[in-house]
């Protein structure tokens, strides 16, 4: 498989917010070759906290991608076939423009005076790359969370681009709930002291209130079920509890590392406007309904989401294919069983496999045919 | 309905972690007149965050109690027949010993020097309020959540003292998942640099922390469906997005308002407490198996729990009613439709009070009778 790492740059973005950002850079990685039609480019769209980095192995970390058991030669993104492009989010802290990056009006970073961004300013930017790449339209786009989120605003905002989506475990809009886990994790991360309203950057990051929002995070990514058959009530290198404060259970100790961790990979800030952006999305924003946003899709859909997921539960996802049937666009829709929670579409990817490939295989034909 | 609010002192008590108290208060009130048999007692029991104040007005706060709904002339515990106790549990910051009290030896609150308790712990401090108050029989007991564990607690630690018992949205022991959601709340108190090891008595308490942290459990306790019917998308007080990190959403508000609200009233370090004899308890520890701890258990049950309830899911409860069963204890069970999610035992109580009511009556017959 061919793997490229690049950055590029461009001049200006104008945002929904009104403000305008100038320049900006997105860090992206291709995978596979494009062919001479430029009739095979994927667009892979991460989730929160993943990056420009989905498939093969990262030669600076050693790290396979995040979406690496998707994306491969002979796995669902054949890049034996196809030319899947995964770039990193506007606002994110993994090489493209986000708070962290330096304001060159200031010659310091953005910090909290980066703009809020939104899901549609991350595809709009996404489009930027594609013209630039000089594809005219994508065979396909996917990805899970919020990166299904960015799959449905590019079948809205960019139709003509797009040949077929794939939103996975996604919404058409967050809910009250969804909204009110995202302000946890801002609450966690504002009420840090070393926050300092964003200016951490020379001194230290507010570490123990990102790791906070993340162990949050975490515990809505998993199913109940799935964190009892992982965890339990095992005891953590003890045979009975420790009657102080220290780690009594496995659980425990797997929230304090994968918190700890988070912090040494990812930007409070990012934190603070990717949440914002998520919330913010509402597709049927300015379209009085989700089926008349649709109204203007001429995509191809698979949606696809989880038994087991309570962060972004069925009901959401059929609500998307509801609003598609209603206005004729052509979807398939599949729940597929699982006990993973809303972790499946990254880690329990072998029905979704052969879902994802069937559907490829049968848009390309269509294409080329 | 006569109200009475006392306060006890006992000279010590002897805790499971190993550790005695000593002396150790007890903070309670009644509701209704004791009968001369002694026979018509009923203690109820609070959850995480409630006190002894569980019905009537207070006449220092002016706030009804928390299940003032529930308790009083009429009501599902009929203050007309019976004789309702509440007291604040072991280890609270509402009038009973916990870690804000004073340690005799120091002189200083006890602060994190106070020994780390059990629901038995608690369980075990109310028989000796129970005792005190000359009661050899309680007709039954009562409660929600963590209330509920109490009273299972009671059917299995003292089944001679237990007539009848009323678990409600509980579970016989805390799965990884209620763990992990304590655990993040423990961590974000924890990581409040005015936390200061739990030394914050004499000066700011953990405000940030301890907010964030009642935040989560706000989250837990609504389900779904009653945060999108209380809340939806709904923009607090202004017609568009405010493109910043104010308040967008009206559920941003109102988490912000109950986390701030709680630290007006809550010991941070009763929260770390207080979860933790949460987290510990597992009524088949020392028993082998759930079904070989209700061996000893000779009350009468009812058993309720409410659909919508994601954090003391019905399953929990009729792993509670399985066990039972399987050692032909009488139990009923009833799962009780609600939107509201665990909060439904509080707010949701129309036919929980029919359910209370019959139970308690058909009980009370029997004992006279």
């Known amino acids: 498989m061919i793997v490229e790492a690049h950055v590029v740059r461009f001049d200006s973005i104008s945002l929904d917010g009104g403000a305008t950002l100038a320049p900006v850079e997105v860090a992206y990685e291709t995978y596979g070759s494009l062919n001479a039609q430029k009739s095979n480019a994927i667009l892979i769209l991460h989730a929160f906290s993943g990056d420009a980095h989905a498939a093969g192995v990262s030669p600076e970390t050693g790290k396979p991608g995040w979406w690496d058991n998707m994306i491969g030669p002979g796995k669902a993104f054949d890049t034996n076939k196809y030319f899947a492009i995964c770039s990193n989010v506007l606002g994110g ?69 797009v040949v077929s989506t794939i939103p996975i475990a996604a919404t058409a809009r967050h809910s009250a709930q969804q909204i009110a886990f995202n302000e946890v994790g801002r ?7 070393d926050w300092s309203e964003g200016n951490y950057y020379t001194g230290k990051p507010p570490a123990r209130g990102l790791a906070v929002a993340r162990m949050v995070g975490h515990i809505t990514y998993m199913s109940d079920d799935s964190m009892r058959e992982k965890f339990g009530r095992r005891l953590r290198g003890k045979n009975s509890f420790g009657y102080d404060f220290d780690v009594d259970f496995e659980v425990e100790s797997y929230l304090r590392y994968r918190g700890s961790e988070f912090v040494s ?31 203007r899709a001429t995509a191809r859909f698979l949606v696809i989401s989880f038994s087991s997921d309570w962060l972004y539960p069925s009901y959401q996802s059929q609500e998307i294919v509801r609003a598609l049937r209603s206005r004729n666009v052509d979807v ?9 929670g809303h972790d499946a579409f990254l880690v329990d990817v072998g029905e979704q496999t052969e879902l994802v490939r069937g559907f490829l295989a049968s848009t390309y034909e269509k294409v080329a045919g």
């Open 187 to 193: 609450q966690a991360i504002i009420a840090d002291p």
């Open 265 to 295: 990979r990812f930007d409070a800030n990012s934190y603070l406007y990717i949440t914002k952006a998520m919330d913010y999305f509402d597709l049927s924003n300015g379209n009085g309904s989700l089926a008349a946003a649709f109204e």
């Open 332 to 340: 398939a829709y599949c729940e597929l069983p699982s006990n993973y």
């Open 93 to 161: 802290c993994r090489g493209t423009t986000g708070p962290a990056s330096i304001n060159p009006a200031t010659g310091c970073p953005y910090a909290m005076s980066f703009p809020v961004i939104t899901i549609r300013d991350m595809v709009r930017l996404q489009k930027m790359l594609i013209d630039h790449l000089g594809i005219a339209r994508l065979l396909s786009l996917s990805g899970g969370s919020m990166g299904g989120m960015q799959a449905l605003e590019w079948a809205v905002s960019y139709p003509e681009a």
